[in-house]
């Protein structure tokens, strides 16, 4: 019995054949794009060679000039918190080409996204550190000041600076899918990752538990497997949670964002349109083909 059978076929895979939908189209996509997710990964993290510069820079520098020491890293700071918010709209662009099935060339698309989007994601971008640099000073002084003051009261505004970064990040999940698909303001482009934070809950929590379960496995992989397993990093795993945010939000952002608009119009939303409506030359024939049969074997004529 052979393992791959060549005298054989079935009828073809139809063009217009129902699109697969929920977890099937998210493995669909993400196996027939996965090494193209890599791709995008290894572009999206030179732009975070300023953080690691940043580090590198307070760590190593300080014994030897301090000033030398705070002017790099805030100049490495400063680049990164104004590149990161286009860095992430480029590649969100890219997502959104994925799920919609449209053709995308990863470092032109993502730059064009970078440079057309750049005022407006380098201000969400530019809001976002600051949020997490806001984070991390609450969860290192409120615990302090509570063991100081011994009182509890300083966890009340802990908690609202938590909730405040979880509501951020939310909208993180929609804001920058919106920057390169629509042509809305800023402050639209806010109102409605706002308003699309809490309408869709459920997509938001899927994406948050899936980024702690990614963030967890990357730390264990990283404290107990050896060093070669860092190669990782570069590859993975940013592109897989932005894929996995994109495959969530963006198809919010059809419903409530994107279909009113071309529905107020009179149009309907060319994402949306099946490719069989228009006018063709040649029809796609897969589906419809006869299976051809194995050719059943015999003895050989001999030729006299």
Request: hydrophobic residues 55%.
């Amino acid at each position: 019995m052979a393992l791959f059978d060549y005298e054989s076929a079935g009828a073809g895979i139809s063009k217009n054949a129902p699109r697969k939908k929920g977890i099937s189209l998210f493995f669909d996509i993400f196996f027939r794009k996965f090494w193209k997710l890599l791709e995008v990964n290894l572009l999206y993290s030179l732009f975070f060679v300023p953080l690691i510069l940043a580090l590198a820079s307070l760590v190593y520098l300080s014994d030897v000039n301090m000033v030398l020491s705070l002017a790099a890293t805030g100049i490495c700071l400063l680049t990164f918190m104004l590149t990161i918010g286009p860095a992430t709209a480029g590649v969100m662009k890219i997502m959104r080409c994925y799920l919609i099935e449209k053709h995308t060339f990863i470092v032109r698309d993502f730059f064009r996204a970078f440079k057309r989007g750049y005022a407006k994601s380098a201000v969400v971008g530019f809001i976002d550190c600051i949020v997490v640099l806001s984070v991390y000073s609450s969860l290192k002084v409120y615990p302090m000041m509570a063991e100081t003051y011994n009182t509890k009261l300083v966890y009340v505004p802990m908690t609202i600076t938590l909730s405040i970064a979880l509501v951020v990040l939310m909208m993180n999940f929609f804001i920058y899918l919106m920057i390169v698909a629509t042509n809305l303001s800023l402050k639209n482009l806010i109102k409605n990752s706002f308003a699309l934070a809490f309408i869709s809950l459920k997509g938001n929590i899927i994406i948050v538990v899936t980024t702690i379960i990614t963030i967890f496995a990357m730390i264990l992989i990283f404290l107990y497997l050896t060093p070669v397993f860092w190669i990782l990093l570069p590859f993975f795993p940013a592109t897989f949670l932005l894929f996995v945010t994109a495959f969530n939000s963006y198809p919010v952002i059809q419903k409530y964002v994107i279909n009113p608009y071309y529905t107020s119009i009179g149009e309907i939303n060319p994402e949306l349109m099946n490719t069989s409506e228009e006018e063709t030359i040649f029809e796609d024939m897969g589906g419809k083909e006869a299976p051809i049969e194995k050719r059943k074997k015999g003895k050989a004529k001999k030729i006299s």
